[in-house]
Structures are given as structure tokens and as C-alpha cells.
């Protein structure tokens, strides 16, 4: 950034504080927050210089394996590969995470280096009797056996300190389940089944840990999160950061709009939700503090806009690779469905931020204190070059999501030297491959301890039952059931991550959605969407938490003035259900039109309801039929359009003549 030195010593202050947030560089208090909220960042500092050396070329090591077994033929069969890429996740989860989050341990425990060992031996015996693990498929031996019940303790014991109880409390009343729910009533009883058919589904079947979502997490996340480290070391989040202030930080709000923008952004190749509210927050709260928002609500849009990111085409969360591995699509196709619905919601948090500033005649930050656009895109404009690279190689050419990903990457390094400002060294790179490993491994181990709930719904038919149950509960009804649907993900969102959260609603609700015409790619993204805004919604809302840790506001406001301004987030997968032509799902460019102008007419509409503003302030009465004209631009019809539109037209004409008597009040005082 640009430093002006006319401006105020305050003013430099705080562009220093914000050239060491957007180069990636925390507090000391700032990593203790993030440690306190987001379990996946309290790691071991090891203290033995060559363990800790060890360590550093053994996650370059597992990067440069996934590297090569994704860029070259040399791939080792399918069980092997997952079985060596879970192994390599647990020795370095076991390196990284103490058994006590906060025990301060900073040296490896012999019981650590034991699970390390059991975590090696499980491929290592995969691959020297690969053959007869496939040919023993149903009828395990003991050994078999023997293996299934280690793996499965290890991933529990490796998903417990890296996220939590949550997660393997699930699993475990899942494993409980299959093996007693003979005894229960009613339609959720089964036949029983012992562990070694519980074991044998889970271990050898590609149904269990070895499953879809652990073949994406060694494939299509590993790589974009690496991809995403090796962007970030050139400096694309300074990039970012830069441009959004350059474009928006004088207007109205200003502040506000390049948290959502620059939070967008980062937040699409960053796999933490928390953590980038905590690196970019740590510049944009203070500044929409500065500019007059409240407390809660500058951490509320700082929370909001980072969650969004895990939305955000072309590079989405994690959870958007496993849906396109579970519905059999290219995950370019998934990048033009979530577009529409993505923007959606970005334009309801800038609309209710434009509205807020307007209500609160709060102004943006002076040019003079700002960088120029024309020199942030002169000194790192170039940075765009592999994102443009990556679009094309997703939508317009044949190659592989995989193989895009890794000619991305390979391209990265080369375009960030045309600069000296962004230029990476060997130990630049060397240090994105470590660090897109160590990224990796809560990611990991939430695809593997799913694939043992996964594995346990798909042996009882539990799935098939709760479906049912779903669709009776809605009363076949196709809205009851997407709101039954829409609890559902939430409450498994509060206590387990994302990943998980969306596969176990995937495989629980989307069949039901199906039975009632529900296109399966909308279902699938609704359970998508709803997983995601866990984040945000308290009790447990993590993403608003961190933010209320920086602004200083109540955390609980916070969070439920996240939940406001993603209003729009949580109305437009009913949206798209019930108007799958903002998926671009079988419609036409002018029927996409259409229904994209409405929607975004319904989404300014709720802003305007949930702000209570204009022109000038709207009565309580007027806002609930505002809200209620947005709602009818759910459904695309023409009628329901219309009635929308008038309820616009008849708001703007109440707000016109409103704002015009008071400016003419206020004159004539």
C-alpha cells in the first residue's frame, strides 16, 4: 500500500497494521484467538530443532507425492492411494496436535509416535496384500479385521484433536447404532450387524473411509489448498486487499464494501472461515470502526462476507469438490451453478452495508490515504494471470479439474517473478508446500471419520429411512421439507465442520428433496449452503465469534447481526429450488435473465426490509410487506414477478415523497 505522509500519524498507524494483516503477518493475540475458536490452528510449536526440521521436509515430501501422483501416469491403485494419503495425514496430524489442545506440549510423546506407527502399518499392509483385501470383500479374515478396528480408532483419536468431540462422538453413535439398532422401534430398526461386517464395510469398501470424500480430499483439495498457500506466498491476499481499497474505500461505507469484497476473495482460496476473518478483519473491523459502524456490526459483515468465500466460484470450499464427486459432474459444472446464487449473496451484505451507511450518514476513507487502482494493478495486476488461467482451464478446455489444478500451480511461480515485490524464492515455494500440507490435514480427517458414518448409513439403509422420515414430517409438502431439511444442516453444522455437515445432510436429505422434483444438484446446494452458514449462526457461530474477538463487540450480537445481513444467503437456496434457472439448470439465456433480474430485485428488497431504510427511514408495516413483495420473487412465475415488482415501485414512491417532505421539513427548520 501506498503511504501518504501528509495524513495523520493515526491514519499511518493503522496502514501499518494493515500491511502486516494482508501479508499474512497476526498478533500475537491474533493467533491466540484464532487458536481459542478454531481448533484446527492450536498446533504444536516443536522445540527440537531437528524434529522440527524433520517435520518441515516431510509435509514438502507429502505435497511433492500428491504433486507428482496427480501430474504424472504414476498413480498406485485405488485403496493404496487413499490408504497412503490418510496415513500421511494422521503422522502429520500426530506431529501437529498435542492430546490436549491445551496441554503447551511442544515435543512428540511416545503414544504419539505409537499412533504414528499403527497409522504406517495400515497401507503398508493394503499394499502388500492388496489383492487379497479385495478378493476377501465380504468375508474378512482376522487380520482384516484387526486393521479395520486400528484405522478406525486412529481416525477418531486424529479427528477428535483436530476438530473436536463433536465429530467422533457422531461417529461412534453411528458404529453403536449399526451394531444394536436391531433393538429399536419403529422404522429406524435394521437387521444388526457384528463389527466385522460393520469393519468390513468401512475398511475395504469404497463406500467407507476409503471412500468418495477421501478421494477428494487427496486429490481435488489437496492440490487447491496448495494452490491456495502458493498464492498466497506471491501475495495475492495483498492483492486483494489493495484493489478493494483502491475501488471502493472512499465510497459511502467504504470500509465495509472491501471487507466484503476483499473477504470474498481471500476467503474462496482460503479453507478457514475463522482464520480469514482474524488475517483480513484484522485491518477492515478497525477501519469500518473508524468510519462510525457499531461493534457488532463491523464483525458481523467481516464474518459474513468470509463465510461467503467458501460459496464463491472458481475456487469454492471443499465441500463443492465432494458434491461434484458424488453427483458424477465436472466440478465446472458445479462452478455455473453456484455462480448466480453466489453473487446473490454478496449483493444482499453490500446492499444492507450501503443502506446502513446511508441511515447512519457514515462516509468512506479520503482518497489521499488510499493506494491508487492503476498502481496496485501496475506492482501485482500480474497475480491475476493464474486465476484467468485457472477459469479457462476449467471451463474451456478438456483437461482434468486435477490437472488444472496442478498446471495452475505450476504456473503460479513463474507469473509471481515478473515482479521483484512478488518474486518467491526456493524457500518461498518450499514453504507453500509445507504449508498447504499442514493446511490439509483437518480437511482430511473430516473426509476420513465421515467415511465411517458414511459407511455404517449405507450398510442399514438409515439413509433411505431418514429420507422418509423427512418427507413424512414435511407432510410431502416441498417447503416444510426444505425447512426441515435447512434445521438439520444447521444443527449438524453447529457441532461438526462444514465438510462433514454437508456430506451427512447430502446422503440424509437430498434423496428426499429428489422424491419431491427436487433437481439433484438444487438439493445437493441447498445442503451446501445451509452447512456453510453454521458458521454464522449462533449459539455456535464460530466465524462471528473471532470477529467479535477483534471488534470488541458482544459476541452473541454479533453473530445474529451476521445471521441479518446473510439474510439474503439464507432465502436464495429457496430461490433457486423453486426457480432452478438461477442454477442455469435446462433454461435459456433470456429465461436466466429474467429470473436473475428478479431474484436480484428480491435480494435489494430484503435488504431494504431488513435495514429499514431507503431514501429515509420505513415503518415497521412497511417493511413486512416489502418483505412479504420478496418473497414472492422466490417462486420465477410471472404473476408472483409482477406482484414484486409493484410492491418495489409502490416502496420507491413511499420513499421519494417521505425523504422529500422531511428534506423539505428540515429546510424550512
Known sequence: MERNDNVPAGANMLDEEMSRAVHGEITKEQKELIEKL???SSVRTLENPLTAKFFYWLCVAVTLYHLVTSATPWIPAVHEHRSIHVAMMLTLGFVMYPFRSKSGCKKVAWYDWALIAISVAIPIYVCFDYMGILERTGNPNVNDTIMATLLVIVILEGTRRMSGWALPTLSVIFIIYGLYGRNLPGMFAHRGYTWT?????????????????VSVAASYIFLFIVFGSVMNKSGMGAFFNDFAMALAGHTKGGPAKVSVVASGLLGSINGSAVANVVTTGAFTIPLMKKTGYSKEFAGAVEASASVGGQLLPPVMGAAAFIMADILSVPYSKIIVHAAIPALLYYL????QVQLRAGKNKLTGIPKDQLPRAASVMRDKGHLVIPLFTLVYLLLFSSVTVILAAVITIGITIPVACLRKSTRMSVRDICDAMADGARQTVPVAMACACVGIIVGVISKTGFGLNMSNAIITMGGRNLLFTLFFTMITCMILGMGVPSIPAYIITATIAAPALNKL???????HMFSFYFAMFANLTPPVALAAFAAAGISGGNPMKTGFAAVKLAIAGFIVPYMFIYSPQLLLIDTSFLEGL????GACVGVFMIGAAAEGYLFTVINPLLRVIILAGAMCLIDSGIVTDMIGAAVLAALIAFQYIAAKSRHDSESMA
Open 594 to 597: 429474467r429470473v436473475t433480474a
Open 38 to 40: 478454531d481448533r484446527e
Open 517 to 523: 422434483g427436487v433437481p439433484n444438484i438444487a438439493a
Open 197 to 213: 461386517q460393520l469393519s468390513n464395510q468401512i475398511f475395504p469398501n469404497t463406500e467407507g473411509i476409503y471412500g468418495s470424500s
Open 348 to 351: 444482499g451484505i453490500i446492499i
